[in-house]
Every structure is written in structure tokens, then in C-alpha cells.
């Protein structure tokens, strides 16, 4: 699990790895962590210190805003609300939007570009 820490780093999306990977990934380090120390004693994270070990692991500019922007907000939620996965639910949903405009204007942009029409030499009466 603290290997996983270590080097596991979302760098932007990518064909072959999502925000989703990121989060499953290191959902499956907070769980192998609170089940692997042979003795019994776990080693729980608090909600707070998997939040932050999330953002430790985001390289990509935009996911690290909406991240601490999601942090921002879960703070103003009650305490018992103050969770990884609603911390995750709303910055996931942030970035996916943000993502999903962002593509659309850079293609909009893009669309009449080889195409372009002068319409100052249109008549107008």
C-alpha cells in the first residue's frame, strides 16, 4: 500500500488511465492498508489523511484546482459528511465537466478553421 503511495500519480487523462483508475487505485491502497498488518492493529487513514494523499499523488494542473476546491467545500459539510468518497464525487464531477466543455470549445475552435468565410463582403439591404 505505501508503495501504491509512492508512485501511484495521475498525470492528466489517458487512454489507458482515467481519473477512475487513479481513485480505484488508491482506494485499493487505503483498504490493503487497514487489512495488512498481520498482528491486528490496522492502520486506518482518517478521511482527511486519504484526501490528501489523493492530491499528493495529482500531477495534472487542472485535477489538482478542482481537488482543492472539493476540499474547500467538504469542509463546509458536517463532519460525519467529510468523506474520501464525497470528496472524490465532487471533484470527479467538476473535472469531468470542466473536461468535457474544455474538448468542446478546443473543437468548436478548431471546426472552421481551413473553412473560413469573409462576411465583410456580404450586402446587407
Same mark, same amino acid.
Given at each position: 500500500?505505501?508503495?501504491?503511495?509512492?508512485?501511484?500519480?495521475? $498525470?492528466?487523462?489517458?487512454?489507458? /488511465?482515467?481519473?477512475?483508475?487513479?481513485?480505484?487505485?488508491? +482506494?485499493?491502497?487505503?483498504?490493503?492498508?487497514?487489512?495488512?498488518?498481520?498482528?491486528?492493529?490496522?492502520?486506518?487513514?482518517?478521511?482527511?489523511?486519504?484526501?490528501?494523499? /489523493? $492530491?499528493?499523488?495529482?500531477?495534472?494542473?487542472?485535477? $489538482?484546482?478542482?481537488? %482543492?476546491?472539493?476540499?474547500?467545500?467538504?469542509?463546509?459539510?458536517?463532519? $460525519?459528511? %467529510?468523506?474520501?468518497? +464525497?470528496?472524490?464525487?465532487?471533484?470527479?464531477?467538476?473535472?469531468?465537466?470542466?473536461?468535457?466543455?474544455?474538448?468542446?470549445?478546443?473543437? +468548436? %475552435?478548431?471546426?472552421?478553421?481551413?473553412? /473560413?468565410?469573409?462576411?465583410?463582403?456580404?450586402? /446587407?439591404?
Amino acid at each position: 500500500a505505501n508503495a501504491m503511495f509512492k508512485y501511484a500519480h495521475y $498525470i492528466g487523462e489517458r487512454k489507458n /488511465f482515467t481519473m477512475n483508475d487513479y481513485y480505484n487505485l488508491m +482506494s485499493k491502497a487505503f483498504n490493503d492498508l487497514a487489512l495488512s498488518d498481520p498482528t491486528g492493529n490496522q492502520h486506518t487513514l482518517t478521511e482527511l489523511q486519504k484526501i490528501t494523499k /489523493f $492530491i499528493d499523488g495529482l500531477k495534472d494542473v487542472d485535477s $489538482i484546482r478542482f481537488a %482543492q476546491a472539493a476540499r474547500r467545500d467538504l469542509r463546509r459539510l458536517p463532519l $460525519i459528511d %467529510q468523506t474520501f468518497e +464525497s470528496f472524490f464525487n465532487d471533484m470527479s464531477g467538476e473535472l469531468t465537466s470542466f473536461q468535457t466543455l474544455a474538448g468542446t470549445a478546443a473543437g +468548436s %475552435q478548431n471546426a472552421g478553421r481551413g473553412s /473560413f468565410r469573409n462576411i465583410g463582403s456580404a450586402e /446587407f439591404q
